[in-house]
């Protein structure tokens, strides 16, 4: 399998060589060249498999490079119930008729991102040793992205990870499940200013060239392949369990900040899972919502830029995007450089409306969309609450409420859980009156020793701190 890049760049990767980058050099994203197929005969030989070896399967029809054998060992050790808490790893249930909630929570963040991140950190240690090699993670977090990446990478080999994150300003819940990690690989950096300050020192590092290279610097954000790869898996699982057999259309909602969730959602069903409908649900950071009902994507200023009840879903503009529009366009490398860099780069914005292919949006790739607002999220909860004794987070709560305006008879409806209500424990007091019961591991996390060191907001601080825990 050869990847490409969404600006049509002429090169052609093999897996391992996107699995340690960001970005293509032009700027694109990766994706393979084509989608394999999967036929009904394959999906009834999956029905029947353990969630690793699905995994397996599935990563094996885009990973030529490393060999079997291995790769099946990777997920094998991924995807345990010691990590994810059940033997199903993302079970069903449902919520009432035609409604089905799958959890991706239960990894040890308590965050669906610990669904990609567990197999990136493995995935790093086995090509980092392969090649002899080191890589130092330099992220910015405001929440679940640094928790799930520092737990992925903590104790792996040749992995070390610089987190920053605004001091004082993520729930005592988070900092803690961040802070108390006493592992030596990870460096937790709390940055006197807001988040918007951690992501510019990330990128006036990474524009660094010789201080990136010389100290092999990655990150693991949000567009990379592998981590959405990862993602493709659970919506097979999620389809398995939703039906008996394999001719019945199933539809998904997904919470949606950076697009990379329901990305996953849109491979599965180009490789041929009866996918219906993929509902993106938004929360009042609306920029998908506006560009599924009306053809215009408008990236938004931060000015612009709500701080919600469901935080991990406050975007300007959505990172993986770019990845769907390029299908959209007909892989039209040149047309996608129009949209993503003239326009978008000349007014912010780019126009489909009158395009004939925004019709393909809803038609032949199946996307609709949905918003929330806090009261629709505090009233979600309530509601699901007293009618099924289900606590839920309000992100989960945000995909119900888009989902249930969804809903088609016959067809099952399963929403996406990302996060479990304990890490947004605040939204769920305000709710409900009450905090949500904990899991008996992070009973107390807040009374443990700490290990974060405060720099200023100054990308200097940050280099020469990260100089200093190289050796
Ligand atoms: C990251 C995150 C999302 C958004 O996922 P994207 O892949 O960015 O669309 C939604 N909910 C939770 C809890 C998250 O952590």
């Not at 925004?358 to 199946?366: E, I, K, S, T, V």
């Not at 304990?422 to 769920?428: G, Q, R, S, V």
């Amino acid at each position: 399998m050869n990847y490409l890049s969404t600006r049509g760049h002429p090169d052609r990767k093999r897996f391992c060589e996107i699995l340690l980058e960001g970005l293509a050099p032009d700027g694109g994203l990766y994706l393979p060249e084509q989608y394999p197929q999967v036929d009904t005969a394959t999906l009834a030989k999956w029905r029947a498999l353990p969630y690793a070896e699905l995994a397996f399967e599935i990563l094996s029809l885009y990973i030529d490079d490393i060999p079997a054998a291995d790769l099946k060992a990777i997920c094998a050790k991924t995807y345990t119930a010691d990590v994810f808490g059940t033997d199903e790893i993302v079970p069903l249930r449902e919520l009432e008729d035609g409604v089905y909630l799958e959890a991706l929570s239960n990894g040890p963040t308590l965050a669906f991102k610990d669904m990609a991140m567990q197999l990136l950190g493995n995935l790093f240690e086995y090509e980092l040793a392969r090649r002899g090699s080191e890589l130092n993670i330099l992220g910015a977090t405001s929440g679940d992205t640094g928790s799930a990446a520092e737990y992925a990478m903590r104790g792996k080999k040749g992995v070390r990870v610089f987190m920053t994150s605004p001091d004082g300003r993520m729930s005592p819940f988070q900092q803690a499940q961040m802070f108390s990690l006493q592992d030596a690989n990870i460096h937790n950096i709390a940055i006197t200013g807001v988040f918007d300050d951690c992501q510019d020192i990330v990128k006036a590092v990474s524009n660094d060239l010789a201080f990136k290279r010389k100290y092999r610097i990655g990150t693991v954000n949000s567009i990379n392949w592998a981590r959405l790869l990862a993602q493709v898996v659970y919506y097979f699982a999620g389809y398995f369990q939703a039906t008996a057999s394999n001719d019945k259309p199933v539809s998904f909602t997904v919470p949606s900040g950076n697009f990379g969730n329901v990305c996953a959602g849109h491979v599965a069903r180009m490789m041929g899972l009866p996918i219906r409908t993929l509902v993106v649900a938004t929360n009042e950071n609306d920029v998908l919502d506006e560009f599924f009902r009306t053809g215009v994507y408008r990236v938004r200023v931060a000015a612009d830029t709500h701080e919600t009840s469901s935080p991990s879903m406050d975007i300007s503009k959505a990172s993986n995007f770019e990845r769907f529009v390029f299908d959209l366009v007909g892989r039209d490398a040149a047309r996608l450089r129009q949209l993503f860099v003239d326009d978008l780069g000349l007014n912010g914005s780019f126009d489909l409306s009158a395009d004939p292919a925004f019709a393909q949006a809803a038609g032949r790739f199946g996307f609709r969309s949905g918003r929330s607002t806090h009261a629709d999220r505090l009233a979600t909860i309530r509601d699901t609450d007293k009618r099924f004794a289900t606590l839920v987070d309000p992100h989960t709560a945000d995909g119900l409420k888009a989902a249930r305006e969804q809903l088609e008879p016959g067809v099952p409806m399963v929403v996406l859980e990302t996060a479990l209500p304990i890490k947004f424990a605040a939204t769920l007091v305000e709710a409900l009156g009450e905090e949500p019961a904990r899991p008996k591991k992070f009973e107390g996390i807040e009374a443990l020793p700490k290990r974060v060191v405060k720099l200023p907001a100054d990308a200097e601080a940050v280099k020469a701190y990260i100089a200093e825990n190289c050796d």
